[in-house]
């Protein structure tokens, strides 16, 4: 069995990781030697591909078993270099053979706006992540919509010891990596009947108790103080890949995590 993980971060390491110890054959891009080697080490067979450019050919199989497509859309990036970059993803993928894709987006393309949004909502989505999307929406592929990633070292007290917070009273709209993990490889083993997932947590406790759960928990500073400045009450539905797959959340709540 070979999988193929095209621009291999965070989450995507992780995933090879759960397969490389299945005994699967991984192969994935990176955009440096120095990642390429970190990856190579883990059992993996990487290549340096660079897709802002148009020759972005490696030396790897044309057939896989499943695609797990982490090429980011960088909001440092305009649209026009978004676009740029997901032809050319689109332009590798159209000449592999494979069973199934999973693009891996974000609940950023919903505004940042009071409100519930599932993924039939398609007013005001952010350009950047839609045009990324659009380009590598295939049939036999399906999109799942990141919430913010937490989890092992990424913990969010950290990110506000000793700051002021200004979106305290906001909705935490996150997912824990282990979560993603099992919903990516659960995802390609079972039949989705939808283009568009969102992945979140299914409970919603403000950021500032997920601030001051995390803080005690690892032992880092609270921050300065909490201005409810922004405050805009937005919440991600994430429940139709639970129904579809009928999955039960290793973290529930983003404040254990």
Request: aromatic residues 12%; hydrophobic residues 35%.
């Amino acid at each position: 069995m070979k999988i193929l993980i095209l621009g291999c971060g965070w989450v995507g390491k992780e995933v090879a990781k759960y397969y490389v110890e299945k005994g699967w054959q991984v192969f994935a891009t990176c955009t440096s030697q120095e990642k390429k080697n970190y990856l190579s080490a883990l059992g993996l067979h990487v290549a340096v591909v660079n897709f802002d450019l148009k020759d972005s050919n490696s030396e790897f199989p044309t057939t896989f078993d499943y695609i797990l497509n982490s090429v980011p859309a960088s909001s440092k990036n305009s649209v026009d270099e978004i676009s740029n970059r997901f032809e050319h993803v689109r332009q590798y993928i159209d000449n592999l053979k494979f069973r199934k894709q999973i693009y891996l987006s974000s609940i950023g393309i919903y505004p940042d706006q009071d409100g519930v949004f599932t993924e039939d909502y398609t007013e005001d989505l952010n350009e950047r992540l839609l045009v990324a999307e659009q380009k590598v929406e295939l049939t036999n592929s399906h999109i799942y919509r990141l919430g913010g990633l937490f989890g092992k070292n990424r913990i969010f007290a950290k990110y506000f010891a000793n700051r002021i917070c200004m979106t305290g009273d906001q909705p935490a709209n996150f997912i824990h990596v282990d979560d993603v993990v099992a919903l990516i490889t659960k995802g390609f083993d079972s039949h989705l009947h939808y283009p568009i997932y969102n992945l979140v947590a299914p409970e919603h406790p403000s950021k500032r108790d997920v601030i001051l759960a995390s803080a005690k928990k690892y032992g880092f500073d609270l921050p300065l103080s909490f201005n409810s400045e922004n405050s805009f009450q937005k919440i991600v539905d994430g429940s139709l890949i639970i129904k579809e797959l009928k999955y039960s959340f290793k973290h529930s709540s983003p404040v254990t995590f």
